[in-house]
């Protein structure tokens, strides 16, 4: 216990623990709405794209400065999602392998602007690197400031917009018949899922925030069947993931703490796997047990009075 309490009596922990916490609770929030809307690759797509952006932001300022970094990263995400709308809307492409053109297009040119700034001359001190899987530890107070105000926008934009996002979700044609503005809001949606990712890129990386946005709103929907609930387990979840995750990394040795927290985020899930009470392994195994219990009871029965009748 007393190691415990000294992980967190550093000024430094609780600053990164504070800023994971608020960023897997908003991710966890707004991933339910992508995950029901079956667009879990799309923050995938939005978290790749973001890589060059952090790099043009860098050529083009010459400085490692985390806010030009999130205006770069959240451009090029923005550019993304509108590649990606104009190639579904305005060719025969589906919606999959237009997230796989704009992924890998932005990704590889993401990657070919991260080696020619490696290959400049201060391209060690830039860090970008760390933008890949992230680096939480470098995570000062100002940029844990920025992480908590985005993300409680975030979470204040999902709750006031609830009942529409909800109706988006389940039934976008009628939300388009009584009126709402449909193509807004999906985009307004797209937003937030850029949004998100450029909050998370500098503490789990642009390779592992799509596992962020999309695993705590799975994990969530094994438990219950009202959105609501859903939405708020996810954060929870998503929570719990960023709390564990930062713990175990502080208490270890050079281990990541990113890639800690996306670990803890799928124990959940395979946690919610097996012991959900309606959806999970167990629960299913329990009641097809119950139903093989009563059905030899009700066939020995039967036979009983079978007996009974033949006599």
Known sequence: MSDWMTVFADPNVQWILFGCMLLGLSSGVIGSFAYLRKQSLMGDALAHAALPGVCIAFMLSGSKSIALFLIG???????????????????????????????STFFGLGIVLLTQIQHSGNGNQSGLDKFLFGQAATMMQNDVWIMAIISLVLIGISTLLFKEFKLLSFDPGFARGIGYPVAFLDQLIMFLLVVAVVAGIQAVGVVLMAALLITPAVSAR??????????????????????AGTFISSTGNNLPT??????????????????????????????????????????VILQAVRREQDR
């Open 73 to 103: 990263a959240a451009v090029a995400g923005t550019a993304a999602t509108f590649g990606i709308g104009y190639i579904t809307r305005h060719t025969r492409i589906k919606q999959d392998a237009a997230l796989a053109i704009v992924l």
């Open 258 to 299: 990113g890639p800690l927290i996306v670990l803890v985020a799928t124990a959940v899930f395979f946690f919610s796997v097996l012991a959900a009470p309606r959806r999970g392994i167990l629960s299913k195994l329990l009641l097809r047990a119950s139903a093989r219990s009563q059905a030899r009871q009700e066939q």
């Open 222 to 243: 094994y438990w219950t069947e009202r959105l609501g609930f859903m939405v708020a387990l996810s954060g929870m979840f998503g929570a719990l993931s960023g709390l």
